[in-house]
């Protein structure tokens, strides 16, 4: 290899402003990486030997080779392929790249649902995927569902739309009719009973911008109708299993109107910005979250009124050759709880006898569900030492 470098027109002990080191610049104008050859022989100082012309014409062949509609298409032909393990194991993917469409089909593997409130039920799992040359994407992702006890069709639909792809800019509209968990911090077997599900409609809308480097806005809000499942014919298996545990609750039906605001910052995050977007290459720093969630009555026939506060911060980091740390601790506050649902509370989840839950997100030694409607803090540690003392231990090594 060979380098030279020519410097010109530098200015020597200039000032600069402190809050420049803590933004982020960049410059990409538009053309910049398709320039004639010509134009660039006029502005470089010192011109190429034969050995470097040739060596970069190789280079831009393999990188036009590697571009072309033939290799894209080969390498979408690999991808089209379809094999027994994806038809079972990982789902279908049809790529059809002079459209700019992604096809995926969920495997057999997820389509069947034996432990489905009501008996079996089954799926059909996918997302259509829409890219433009400028890296805007149009996502539409489904799962529909079909019980053969009770005969009723269930599922979810949501798209996405990837708009501003420099500053993470996208908006989404998602809408539903399935069963779904009241509380998801409770113990496992508590967890997956019939008692702890209930029937939600829901439709909501919002979108993300990232208003500076590494802040990132969002905002959205979702109508939902809760309803008792009582009266739905459930499977005998999870009478046996469950016992008490598996009685519906009886609980009036309600509508719940929510707005939620959220902002995540991720201090001097490092990016890379190529010709249409930006990718985030993390930061050393932690990610701080705060969020605010409003429930809005009476519009919409909703029946909820409050008003909760949280704040988060959580980073994961090396210590040298003795492994990794990661933490997790976040606070909240209702700051008004005057009409609150119980799947709306802040839940502490108890633990399992037999069962050891994620230590990021939630307790290994607490008896009883713990929950409230006023002020909360909780926090997570856990160290991996990746060998650094086991490996140390003759036999266990």
Known sequence: GNTFTQYSEYTINKDIANSFMNKGLSVYS?????LDDNIWASVRPH?????????????????????????????????????????????????NRPKGM?????????????????????????????????KKHLEASYDVNY??????????????????????????????????????????EATFSRSNF?????????????????????????????????GLELAPWSSKLFGDLNI???????????????????????YLITKYRKVSKGSDFPKFTLDYRKGIKPFFSSDV????????????????A???SKYRVFAGRFLNDREIRIADQKFFRRSDRFFFSNPLYTLQQLGPNIRTTKSYFQGHYIHQFNGAIMNKIPLIN
Not at 30 to 34: L, R, V
């Open 198 to 230: 209930l029937r939600r409609l829901n439709f909501g809308f919002g979108g993300q911008h990232e208003i500076s480097n590494g802040l990132l806005l969002s905002a959205s809000t979702e109508f939902s109708s809760y309803n008792s499942i009582q």
């Open 30 to 34: 538009e053309g910049a990486d398709s």
């Open 305 to 320: 009124n409050y008003d909760l506060l949280t704040f988060g911060m959580n980073q994961d980091l090396k210590i040298g």
């Open 102 to 134: 992604t096809y995926y089909f969920g495997p057999l593997l997820i389509a069947p649902r034996p432990f489905a409130v009501g008996g079996y039920r089954h799926a059909l799992t996918g997302s259509v995927k829409k890219e433009w040359k400028n």
């Open 248 to 270: 519906p609750q009886d609980f009036g039906g309600y509508n719940q109107l929510l707005l939620d605001v959220g902002l995540i910052y991720q201090p001097r995050m490092k």
């Open 322 to 324: 003795l492994g990794t």
């Open 147 to 188: 019980g053969f006890r009770n005969q009723d069709f269930k599922g979810d639909l949501k798209f996405n739309y990837l708009f501003d792809p420099m500053k993470y800019s996208s908006v989404f509209i998602k809408g539903g009719d399935n069963y779904a968990r009241l509380n998801t911090d409770e113990s496992i």
């Open 47 to 95: 011109s190429l030997k034969p050995k470097e012309l040739d060596f970069i014409y190789k280079q831009d062949s393999i990188y036009n080779y590697r571009n072309s509609i033939e290799y894209l298409n080969e390498q979408d032909s690999i991808v089209n392929m379809i094999k027994w393990y994806n038809v079972l194991l990982t789902g279908i993917t049809r790529i």
